[in-house]
């Protein structure tokens, strides 16, 4: 990439050249990225994607990364991240308002000091407020569709605040999925008056269930597969005989057949193989078609 796009970035928040995109995701799986941007302000946002576009360079807005199965290519592009700098929280009564690069455990914790409750199915979820919003990230029988009473998305070249309606909230799924170009800034949460001594305890609880439950001694990007309807992906996984299946450094967790860990320095190519594997063999065996929840990026 020209350096001119480093150094005319550099001009408008912080910027990163050759940055490996295994840094940036859970999975630790990943090509290098030309050129990595943390914007400072909403200008600086505005001005450097106005610029990228027109230079038409690509970009891609990433968190933390804990939903992303990037290839191992390099990506001649820019990615944008939020997390730096875009993790102001405010309080308004019950409602929560918070910039997109706020970690949502962190999230979670400081709704909980402020009794307010809601926000405790996303007290495991290692990602930022937009991510989650992005995919409608859920446990326990919740998500944010749940939550969101607005969001501030900047598109065309604005702001602009959709109402929850407008983020078409469904299964893993939103509005924002349509439109890439589309970048969460903020939203907004209407949550409930509680006992923070009790949404601690079930913070804790859900705490001690994961450890017990989920392999969160290795990389992953959590559940891989969505639920079929009626059913459990994992148990579909196990059904086939998946469960500890290893493919080069990708291996199916022992614990829980729904996550696949890098267990062992995993290429995208590995992982993204292993996953295929078990899409055709559920389908061969229980005629279901397994759908993955993390998103694929910078795949040819």
């Known amino acids: 990439m020209d350096n001119r796009i480093y150094e005319i970035l550099s001009g408008l928040g912080e910027a990163q050249k050759d940055v490996p995109l295994s840094t940036m995701t859970t999975l630790r799986i990943g090509g290098v990225s030309a050129v990595v941007f943390y914007p400072e302000t909403l200008v600086g946002l505005d001005l450097a994607i106005r610029f990228l576009n027109r ?16 290839s191992d290519e390099r990506y001649e592009g820019v990615i944008i991240r939020l997390d730096k700098h875009f993790h102001t929280v405010y309080f308004c009564e019950n409602e929560m308002i918070s910039e997109a690069g706020s970690s949502i455990v962190g999230l979670a914790n400081q709704a909980m000091k402020q009794g307010l409750s809601g926000l405790e199915f996303a ?3 290692p990602g930022t407020l937009g991510g989650g919003i992005f995919m409608n990230a859920g446990a326990y029988k919740s998500s944010f569709a749940a939550i969101v009473k607005e969001v501030l998305v900047y598109r065309n070249g604005g702001f602009d605040w959709l109402s929850n309606e407008e983020c078409e909230f469904s299964y893993r799924e939103t509005v924002f999925g349509k439109h890439p170009d589309w970048i969460i800034v903020a939203a907004r949460m209407e949550l409930e008056p509680k ?8 913070m804790e609880d859900r705490r001690q269930r994961r450890i017990a439950s989920q392999p969160l001694e290795y990389p992953s990007c959590g559940s891989v597969f969505r639920n079929p309807e009626g059913m459990n ?18 291996t199916v967790s022992s614990k829980h057949c729904n996550f696949i860990v890098n267990e062992d320095h ?6 993204m193989e292993l996953v295929n594997e078990i ?6 065996k229980y005629d ?3 759908v993955t929840e993390m998103e694929k990026f910078n795949w040819k």
Do not use: C, M
């Not at 992906?233 to 990708?250: C, M, N, P, T, V």
């Open 123 to 125: 007290s495991g979820i």
């Open 233 to 250: 992906a994992w148990q579909l996984i196990d059904g086939i005989g998946y469960r500890g299946k290893k493919h080069g450094g990708a």
């Open 195 to 202: 006992d923070p001594a009790e949404i601690s305890k079930l």
């Open 279 to 284: 899409i055709d063999k559920v389908k061969e």
């Open 266 to 271: 995993a290429t995208a190519a590995e992982y």
């Open 288 to 290: 279901v078609d397994l």
């Open 55 to 70: 230079e038409n360079i690509p970009f891609k807005l990433i968190g933390k990364g804990s939903d992303i199965l990037a």
